[in-house]
T-cell receptor, first 116, second 114 residues
Framework: ETGVTQTPRHLVMGMTNKKSLKCEQH?????MYWYKQSAKKPLELMFV???????ENNSVPSRFSPECPNSSHLFLHLHTLQPEDSALYLC???????????????FGEGSRLTVL | GESVGLHLPTLSVQEGDNSIINCAYS??????FIWYKQESGKGPQFIID?????DKRQGQRVTVLLNKTVKHLSLQIAATQPGDSAVYFC?????????????FGKGTLLTVNP
């Protein structure tokens, strides 16, 4: 148990569906992240939120829409996805980084998405 | 562009042996590096990190070595156990301000044979 919970763990959707992934962290962190993990590819950073404000959008297509209503919750709204969007979507959280300090991201177990 | 990569995609060892997983990086601005372990069906889990001003750091059964001259990072696991079987990722942090901006390598699959 990492303190970061993702739901659903598995999701199958058609290309015209609208669905959402949810992430909740119980660690008191202020930063939350979405990563995409595709087969045989490195983890790709998608979005970063710091104190509910989006600070990073790594050129993600608009069919992925993140939402961060508070520091503990993060959503990824999905609409008109493509089969190549099938992947494991990982949420992570962290404390704000102090200058010169190391630290870590705490990951959830991911939501396995299949787009038909 | 800058990248983090792994030399070997798979590594198979016998239980009790030592394991060495390698990683090459190219971003000289990275200020620290992290190793993560990902077991099947789980998210990545932090193992150990090292700052760019260090060349070695030890944890419990793990050691990370950093060679900035050749931009190389390695993870050594002593007395490898079946529970160590997983995919291991190196990641570098470059910038990000008050957030972490980790760039991950592709991963090495470690299989420990009993």
């Amino acid at each position: 148990e990492t303190g970061v919970t993702q739901t659903p763990r598995h999701l199958v959707m058609g290309m015209t569906n609208k669905k959402s992934l949810k992430c909740e962290q119980h660690l008191g962190h202020n930063a939350m992240y979405w990563y995409k993990q595709s087969a045989k590819k490195p983890l790709e950073l998608m979005f970063v939120y710091n104190f509910k404000e989006q600070t990073e959008n790594n050129s993600v297509p608009s069919r992925f829409s993140p939402e961060c209503p508070n520091s503990s919750h993060l959503f990824l709204h999905l609409h008109t996805l493509q089969p190549e969007d099938s992947a494991l979507y990982l949420c992570a959280s962290s404390q704000p980084r102090l200058a010169g300090e190391t630290g870590e991201l705490f990951f959830g177990e991911g939501s396995r998405l299949t787009v038909l | 562009g800058e990248s983090v990569g792994l030399h070997l995609p798979t590594l198979s060892v016998q239980e009790g042996d030592n394991s060495i997983i390698n990683c090459a990086y190219s971003n000289s601005a990275s200020d620290y590096f992290i190793w993560y372990k990902q077991e099947s069906g789980k998210g990545p889990q932090f193992i150990i990190d090292i700052r760019s001003n260090m060349d070695k750091r030890q944890g419990q059964r793990v050691t990370v070595l950093l060679n900035k001259t050749v931009k190389h990072l390695s993870l050594q696991i002593a007395a490898t156990q079946p529970g160590d079987s997983a995919v291991y990722f190196c990641a570098e942090n470059a910038g990000g301000g008050s957030n972490y901006k980790l760039t991950f390598g592709k991963g090495t699959l470690l299989t420990v044979n009993p």
